[in-house]
Structures are given as structure tokens and as C-alpha cells.
């Protein structure tokens, strides 16, 4: 049975009723057991569990300090290309949104990823709009074999593939992919993803299932918070997180806390996810799920950042770009503006072209980052917390 039958067969609004009645009681039963179900994760997520943050927090910091010690793995996004087919409401590559795009070569790709490890990162992910066209199977094997010999850990955010897709990229060196759902509400993704391949539900929910088939040893998950209730979206995560902990037991799992962040297309987050739901939130994963990666990006702000690492947080990625060429302006000459999925030649002299202050190239970004510190600056907090910041944490060498 895969994870969508096991989805579909869930009492999510019961879990969500249960989530927001909990008083005090349950929630401090559910946080003395030494093991967790999804009805207690639902207590720890609850309004009365915000009342005693303080001891979720206690007990997160804890298991944190035993299952993976003093260190946060730091890692950096490297976009390959910000062409898309989609229609996503809330992303700033949708295809109808007019921007400034450009697919990056692999040996472009190579240049951007020597700038990545000059300054200390050896953990890559990298990311690309969904667009068969510019971003292939082969293109992206290209990619990975051009940057596994110098980049130990190479790990994938592109568009869902088959599993015999995904098997060449594993083989080329590839060790990690991450896949967003976006929403695991029905309703709002039907209404958020209005045109291309993304619009399949059930296709991406399962995207992490065959990506272990294929062989990758670590699954990231998330859903993207501000598109639907916080809540439902946690505990439909958790679910997942279950699910791919029992079944695909051999790779590790990771989860993501993104909210959404302003993009082109100026989407307004249609829900709302404050802080201290954020804190609560790591702490839940934390103690439902000891042994996973908890991912903090530069979606967040420095000072909201810095007092997350104590609580659960092991990866953060820094010095991000979210543009193709961000780190070293490549492809630049390449940009072409599209409108409603039409390539517009860009005239000579246009002010497209003017270079823009602190950027290496004009290229549209995904989304605005708010944490804009430099990796070293990242590094320094991380010492100053009496964390040990980790570029590197595994080589192919070690399953040769």
C-alpha cells in the first residue's frame, strides 16, 4: 500500500478537532510518552501545548543533544533554471508570471558550485523549476556527474520523475531529493495549481516512495506553510514522515519548516503561521520523531533563525541565492523574458539588462530570502551558540 491509500484512509479532521479541544492533560501525557502516535503529536501542536513551550522545548533540546550532538550541517540551494510549466499561484517561476528566466549549462552549474565551495559548502541542493524541455532526466544526470567529484553530497528539488528517471541521477551521484506537496489539502492544491503536470496530487505525494526505490538515501518532505491551516498541514506531514520512516527504513528522512516568502506575482499567504507556532512546531517534530533532519532555510530571518538552532534544528542552509547564477552571475547572457509561458526577446540597452546593486545577475529569484547573512557569518553564530557548523558529513567513498 502506498502512502496515498494509507492518506486517503486518514481522520485528519478528527486529528485536527482533537488538536485544537486538547487541554492541559492530554498534552502532558502525550509529552511522558516515550514514543508518540499521531493523536499525541496532535496535542503537542495544540493551542494548550503553546501554553507549555517551555518544557516541549526542554525536552526537544534534550533529544536533539543525544541523537545528533553539538553540530548543524550547513548546506547551500544551487539553481539550475527558473523555467517552469506550472501554473502555482504562489511561486514566483509560475509560467504566466513575467520574469527574467535563464537554464544554466552544466558547466555553468560547475562554475556556480566552485564559488559554493570556496566558501567552505560541500552539501549542495539543487534546485529547478519543473520544465521537461530545459530541465531532462539527462541535463540533470549532466549536472550531477559534472559536480560529484568535487561536491561529496549532492541533493535533488526538481520536478517528480519516474523511478527508472530517477535511477541514472542516483547512479551519477545524486544521494538526496526533497519534494514539497505544497499543501496536502486537496482543495487548496487543486485551487493553488491551475495548469501543468503539478496539478497531479497523487503523483507528487508518492514522489518520495519512488525516489527510495531508485536508490536515494535521504527523503526530504515538507508541506509549504501559509496555503493552508498550519495544523492539518503538520499533522499530515507527520503522517508522511511516518509513513516513510516504516517503509523505506534504509534512508533517512528529513522535514522542512518553510513559510511562504514574497515572490513575484505578489501571492498573499492565505493563512497565517506566527513565530511561536513555529517554535511549538519543532519542538513536536522533534519528539515525534527523534532521529529526523529538521531543514531551516534563509526563508526565515537571522534573529528568528539563531533562536531555532537550540530547539531541534540539525540542517540550515546559508549564503543562499534563490536566482540561476546567483553566486557568480553565469548565464546572465542567456536571460530572456517570458509572458504567459512565451519567450519576449529583450531589446539592446533594455533596462532588464542594467545591472542590479548586490546581485551577480538579473535573473528572477524564486522567492526573497530574509536571512541575507554571508555562510561564514552563519558559521560564527552557530560557534558562538556552541554548535559545531558541519560542511561535510558523508563521501560516496563510505559505501564503496
Request: net charge neutral; charged share 20%; proline share 6%.
Amino acid at each position: 500500500m502506498s502512502f496515498v491509500a494509507e492518506f486517503n484512509a486518514l481522520p485528519l479532521p478528527s486529528l485536527v478537532r482533537k488538536s485544537l479541544t486538547a487541554g492541559a492533560a492530554p498534552v502532558r501525557e502525550s509529552l511522558s510518552k516515550p514514543r508518540l502516535a499521531l493523536t499525541d503529536f496532535a496535542h503537542l501542536i495544540s493551542p494548550a501545548a503553546s501554553e507549555c513551550l517551555e518544557s516541549l522545548s526542554q525536552r526537544s533540546h534534550r533529544l536533539t543533544q543525544q541523537r545528533f550532538g553539538k553540530v548543524i550541517r550547513l548546506f547551500a540551494p544551487l539553481y539550475l533554471s527558473n523555467e517552469c510549466i506550472n501554473n502555482c499561484q504562489y511561486c514566483g517561476f509560475s509560467r504566466d508570471n513575467a520574469i527574467l528566466r535563464v537554464t544554466l549549462s552544466p558547466e555553468e552549474v560547475k562554475r556556480e558550485a566552485k564559488a559554493l565551495q570556496e566558501q567552505g559548502f560541500r552539501n549542495v541542493l539543487l534546485v529547478a523549476g519543473e520544465h521537461p524541455k530545459f530541465v531532462s532526466p539527462a541535463y540533470l544526470e549532466d549536472c550531477i556527474r559534472a559536480l560529484h567529484a568535487e561536491i561529496p553530497s549532492v541533493s535533488l528539488e526538481v520536478g517528480p520523475l519516474e523511478t527508472a528517471e530517477y535511477r541514472p541521477l542516483v547512479a551519477a551521484g545524486a544521494d538526496g531529493l526533497v519534494v514539497y506537496q505544497e499543501t496536502y489539502d486537496r482543495g487548496v492544491y487543486a485551487q493553488m495549481h491551475t495548469a501543468g503536470p503539478k496539478r497531479n496530487f497523487d503523483w507528487r505525494l508518492e514522489t518520495p516512495e519512488r525516489a527510495y526505490t531508485a536508490g536515494f538515501r535521504r527523503l526530504g518532505i515538507s508541506p509549504l506553510y501559509g496555503l493552508a491551516d498550519w495544523r492539518f498541514e503538520a499533522i499530515s506531514v507527520a503522517a508522511h514522515a511516518d509513513y516513510l520512516l516504516r517503509n523505506c527504513w534504509k534512508a533517512q528522512v528529513t522535514i522542512s519548516l518553510p513559510r511562504l516568502r514574497p515572490c513575484a506575482g505578489e501571492f498573499q499567504p492565505l493563512t497565517h503561521m506566527n513565530d511561536r507556532d513555529l517554535a511549538q512546531l519543532v519542538c513536536a517534530f522533534r519528539i515525534m520523531f527523534p532521529d529526523a533532519g529538521l531543514v531551516l532555510s534563509t526563508r526565515e530571518p537571522s534573529r528568528l533563525r539563531d533562536g531555532l538552532v537550540p530547539l531541534g534544528i540539525t540542517l540550515m542552509s546559508a549564503g543562499s541565492h534563490t536566482e540561476p547564477g546567483g553566486y557568480t552571475g553565469a548565464g546572465r547572457e542567456k536571460l530572456h523574458q517570458t509572458v504567459r509561458g512565451r519567450i519576449v526577446e529583450l531589446a539592446s540597452g533594455a533596462s532588464e539588462w542594467a545591472p542590479q546593486t548586490n546581485r551577480a545577475t538579473n535573473a528572477t529569484g524564486q522567492f526573497d530570502i530574509a536571512d541575507e547573512r554571508s555562510p561564514q557569518e552563519v558559521a560564527d553564530l552557530i560557534r558562538r551558540l556552541g554548535y559545531e557548523p558541519v560542511w561535510k558529513d558523508w563521501d560516496a567513498a563510505l559505501m564503496a
